[in-house]
């Protein structure tokens, strides 16, 4: 009888034990889809703090009253700058004051040469040169394009919106940057998640470009010697984070300290009293140097029952039956969310055209009806262009389907190089593509459109020892417009452009 039980207690214990591991490994699963969440949800309301700068500047910051006042500031002597600069920042100050409270941080004019202009966060500190601290600047300034990413500045830190400036003549004058505070983003990723979000950034890149004046506006984080964070985040941490302190303290490990130094990705969980901390260390990199300059760190718990108690029977029962509970509720969260992820690879598949990789007609139609409900609720103008390739039935016979298919993928990757990445490139059929401009009048789609024909022309002539070209059809959505309305009319200039000797543009 004694040997039944030894073996029923051995079945029992190696059950629990298996439990318990099984346990640890969805804990791991559950983890690490945690993690992809967090790095999802991050780059969401970074693009939604994109789409509220473009706003900003399409609307109010590249208008007329604000260009004929900036435009001269370049050439002008120091007492006519500090005119401008007294001027610009009067124009803008209340509209500057009414962003701040839909998180805006930074309104920041430079001139052509990477000089600071007009700091509305900081009016009083100017006529500094940003070329060795700011990449973003000097690139805007460069090549005249807007762009976005995360770098480090001599007062704060934050994800970058710079764009360039043009005068009424098409002479560029200069840039500004539309930035959001790192609070912003904390407050409202905090808003939609049960982790809270803390930046820290090195101590090296910090004391390198901050102003010293700026200094005490940044504190050593936790035991992180190496690293330092905002005052205004710690402080929102110590007035609204819900979490004991207990959530920093396997932080504190020696073994782990080593480990986050490396600026890598990382994912910590500890049992602490029945209660199980995560922390998820996501890597910063400055996207203009591609250096390594900190982390965003989402912390939080998972609410579990307490796994230890003195009687072992009782502990094993406990890791039983609540393994089981906990594995199964585990198993069905992380099967929603793979099924999830499954159905956006599905969806995928279904609006990827399978040779060239750009987003088919399915997809097209998608946006294009997003475009249009855009315009009805804000009245932001966007603009439609068809092109096909000339002769193309001509290519695939002299040469073959195969010369034909390289011509489409190469020709492709050309135009996909050419658009800004809030345009919408679409294959919708043989050798027809769309692109979708928002924010574009006509005159913007069809100077688009030449830059693509032209482009077009110059490159793709090394396939078939002669040039390649596109016959291109513009249009504008209008208040009296429909979806069909707008394609017919976009189809018809197409075909306009065609029979009017091919390789142009016609818009209308």
């Given at each position: 009888?004694?040997?039944?039980?030894?073996?029923?207690?051995?079945?029992?214990?190696?059950?629990?034990?298996?439990?318990?591991?099984?346990?640890?490994?969805?804990?791991?699963?559950?983890?690490?889809?945690?993690?992809?969440?967090?790095?999802?949800?991050?780059?969401?309301?970074?693009?939604?703090?994109?789409?509220?700068?473009?706003?900003?500047?399409?609307?109010?910051?590249?208008?007329?009253?604000?260009?004929?006042?900036?435009?001269?500031?370049?050439?002008?002597?120091?007492?006519?700058?500090?005119?401008?600069?007294?001027?610009?920042?009067?124009?803008?100050?209340?509209?500057?004051?009414?962003?701040?409270?839909?998180?805006?941080?930074?309104?920041?004019?430079?001139?052509?040469n990477n000089d600071s202009f007009l700091r509305y966060h900081k009016p009083?500190?100017?006529?500094?040169?940003?070329?060795?601290?700011?990449?973003?600047?000097?690139?805007?300034?460069?090549?005249?394009?807007?762009?976005?990413?995360?770098?480090?500045?001599?007062?704060?830190?934050?994800?970058?919106?710079?764009?360039?400036?043009?005068?009424?003549?098409?002479?560029?004058?200069?840039?500004?940057?539309?930035?959001?505070?790192?609070?912003?983003?904390?407050?409202?990723?905090?808003?939609?998640?049960?982790?809270?979000?803390?930046?820290?950034?090195?101590?090296?890149?910090?004391?390198?470009?901050?102003?010293?004046?700026?200094?005490?506006?940044?504190?050593?984080?936790?035991?992180?010697?190496?690293?330092?964070?905002?005052?205004?985040?710690?402080?929102?941490?110590?007035?609204?984070?819900?979490?004991?302190?207990?959530?920093?303290?396997?932080?504190?490990?020696?073994?782990?300290?080593?480990?986050?130094?490396?600026?890598?990705?990382?994912?910590?969980?500890?049992?602490?009293?029945?209660?199980?901390?995560?922390?998820?260390?996501?890597?910063?990199?400055?996207?203009?140097?591609?250096?390594?300059?900190?982390?965003?760190?989402?912390?939080?718990?998972?609410?579990?029952?307490?796994?230890?108690?003195?009687?072992?029977?009782?502990?094993?029962?406990?890791?039983?039956?609540?393994?089981?509970?906990?594995?199964?509720?585990?198993?069905?969260?992380?099967?929603?969310?793979?099924?999830?992820?499954?159905?956006?690879?599905?969806?995928?598949?279904?609006?990827?055209?399978?040779?060239?990789?750009?987003?088919?007609?399915?997809?097209?139609?998608?946006?294009?009806?997003?475009?249009?409900?855009?315009?009805?609720?804000?009245?932001?103008?966007?603009?439609?262009?068809?092109?096909?390739?000339?002769?193309?039935?001509?290519?695939?016979?002299?040469?073959?389907?195969?010369?034909?298919?390289?011509?489409?993928?190469?020709?492709?990757?050309?135009?996909?190089?050419?658009?800004?990445?809030?345009?919408?490139?679409?294959?919708?059929?043989?050798?027809?593509?769309?692109?979708?401009?928002?924010?574009?009048?006509?005159?913007?789609?069809?100077?688009?459109?030449?830059?693509?024909?032209?482009?077009?022309?110059?490159?793709?002539?090394?396939?078939?020892?002669?040039?390649?070209?596109?016959?291109?059809?513009?249009?504008?959505?209008?208040?009296?417009?429909?979806?069909?309305?707008?394609?017919?009319?976009?189809?018809?200039?197409?075909?306009?452009?065609?029979?009017?000797?091919?390789?142009?543009?016609?818009?209308?």
């Amino acid at each position: 009888m004694k040997l039944y039980i030894k073996i029923a207690l051995s079945l029992f214990f190696i059950f629990a034990l298996a439990n318990t591991i099984r346990l640890n490994f969805f804990i791991q699963d559950l983890n690490k889809i945690q993690y992809e969440k967090s790095e999802k949800n991050l780059a969401i309301i970074i693009d939604d703090v994109k789409n509220l700068s473009d706003f900003i500047y399409e609307n109010i910051i590249s208008k007329s009253k604000v260009i004929d006042v900036f435009k001269d500031a370049h050439h002008a002597d120091e007492t006519q700058k500090s005119a401008i600069h007294k001027k610009l920042y009067e124009l803008l100050k209340n509209d500057y004051d009414m962003y701040t409270r839909y998180g805006i941080q930074q309104l920041h004019f430079h001139l052509p040469n990477n000089d600071s202009f007009l700091r509305y966060h900081k009016p009083q500190k100017f006529g500094d040169n940003l070329s060795k601290f700011r990449e973003s600047v000097k690139y805007v300034n460069k090549f005249k394009k807007p762009i976005i990413g995360f770098e480090e500045g001599k007062i704060f830190n934050g994800y970058r919106y710079v764009y360039p400036l043009f005068d009424n003549k098409n002479q560029h004058i200069g840039s500004v940057e539309i930035s959001t505070s790192l609070l912003t983003f904390k407050q409202i990723f905090e808003k939609h998640s049960d982790l809270h979000l803390d930046f820290i950034i090195k101590n090296d890149i910090i004391e390198k470009k901050l102003f010293a004046s700026e200094m005490s506006n940044y504190k050593e984080y936790q035991t992180l010697k190496n690293f330092k964070i905002q005052s205004t985040l710690l402080d929102a941490n110590e007035n609204n984070c819900p979490h004991p302190q207990e959530i920093y303290s396997f932080i504190n490990d020696k073994e782990l300290q080593e480990k986050i130094q490396t600026i890598q990705e990382h994912s910590f969980y500890k049992l602490i009293n029945g209660t199980i901390y995560i922390a998820h260390f996501m890597p910063i990199l400055n996207d203009f140097t591609h250096e390594k300059v900190g982390y965003a760190i989402a912390l939080g718990e998972l609410e579990f029952v307490s796994l230890i108690k003195r009687n072992a029977i009782l502990s094993y029962m406990i890791v039983v039956v609540f393994s089981l509970l906990i594995g199964f509720a585990l198993f069905i969260y992380a099967y929603r969310l793979k099924k999830e992820l499954a159905t956006k690879k599905l969806e995928d598949e279904t609006t990827t055209d399978h040779l060239t990789r750009l987003k088919n007609r399915k997809y097209f139609y998608k946006k294009f009806r997003e475009a249009i409900n855009v315009y009805k609720r804000y009245k932001t103008p966007f603009s439609l262009i068809l092109y096909d390739i000339d002769n193309f039935k001509k290519i695939n016979d002299e040469h073959g389907h195969k010369v034909g298919d390289t011509v489409l993928i190469q020709m492709s990757q050309l135009v996909e190089s050419i658009i800004r990445e809030s345009d919408t490139l679409c294959r919708v059929g043989g050798e027809e593509f769309t692109i979708i401009l928002p924010q574009n009048t006509l005159s913007d789609a069809k100077e688009s459109a030449e830059k693509i024909r032209l482009s077009v022309e110059k490159n793709l002539h090394s396939i078939l020892g002669r040039p390649i070209t596109i016959s291109m059809g513009v249009a504008e959505f209008e208040e009296s417009d429909t979806e069909d309305t707008l394609f017919i009319r976009t189809d018809k200039n197409m075909y306009r452009a065609k029979n009017n000797g091919k390789n142009q543009v016609t818009a209308g």
